[in-house]
């Protein structure tokens, strides 16, 4: 059972690039969010999406896009990477109505 | 605003020694999460609870509803144990998280 399966696990990328971090849950979840984990910050929302073809902004959502493609995929896009966006990536997902969230292995991400 | 305050921050352990970390949050919650996330790994849960005390292996998680405080302790700890711990509740769709406690346990 793979769960949340977050690609790619690390990325550079030159300031100005444009570059998409791609999850997927095998688990049948409605809800997936996207959080962003910076040192001395905790893990802050970027986006979220309660249902299949819907999207929210998190705390952050600046400089970052997202869509969910289907049921199983949510994933977020950055059109023209900066360096405060260097960050690991963290996607989650929630079953209907229950309280816990499944998260990936993270990605790992330099802008330069 | 970060709603979920945990202390210490960094916490640094001889093994062998028992281990405390505090979370205590500002609003009415049904159930406080305890995560863990090693080094350049993934996170993982540790526990769900809305009340008392869960116990799993070396670690027990206690949570005082009322007083809005909750307390993660390991016992016999290892340098295994090392990573940070993150206590997080869910309201309406929205995660709330603690900024994490870094442990780490020297051999």
């Known amino acids: 059972n793979a769960g949340v399966t977050q690609t790619p696990k690390f990325q550079v990328l030159k300031t100005g690039q444009s570059m998409t971090l791609q999850c997927a849950q095998d688990?049948?979840?409605?809800?997936m969010y996207w959080y962003r984990q910076d040192p001395g910050m905790g893990l802050r929302l970027i986006y979220y999406?309660?249902?299949?073809?819907?999207?929210d902004k998190g705390e952050v959502p600046n400089g970052y896009n997202v869509s969910r493609l289907n049921k199983r995929e949510f994933s977020l896009r950055l059109e023209s990477a900066a360096p405060s966006q260097t960050s690991v990536y963290f996607c989650a997902s929630r079953g209907w109505g229950a309280p816990e969230a499944f998260f990936g292995q993270g990605t790992r991400l330099t802008v330069v | 605003k970060n709603e979920v305050e945990q202390s210490p921050q960094n916490l640094t352990a001889q093994e062998g020694e028992f281990i405390t970390i505090n979370c205590s949050y500002s609003v009415g919650i049904s159930a406080l999460h305890w995560l863990q996330q090693h080094p350049g790994g993934g996170i993982v849960s540790l526990f769900m609870?809305?009340?008392g005390k869960k116990k799993h292996g070396r670690l027990i998680a206690t949570i005082n509803i009322q007083e809005k405080h909750s307390s993660l302790h390991i016992t016999a700890s290892h340098p295994r144990d090392s990573a940070v711990y993150i206590c997080?509740?869910?309201?309406?769709?929205?995660?709330?998280f603690g900024t994490g406690t870094s442990l780490t346990v020297i051999p």
């Open positions: 999406s309660a249902s299949e073809g819907t999207t």
């Open positions: 688990m049948n979840h409605n809800s």
């Open positions: 997080a509740y869910l309201t309406g769709n929205q995660f709330y």
């Open positions: 609870l809305s009340s």
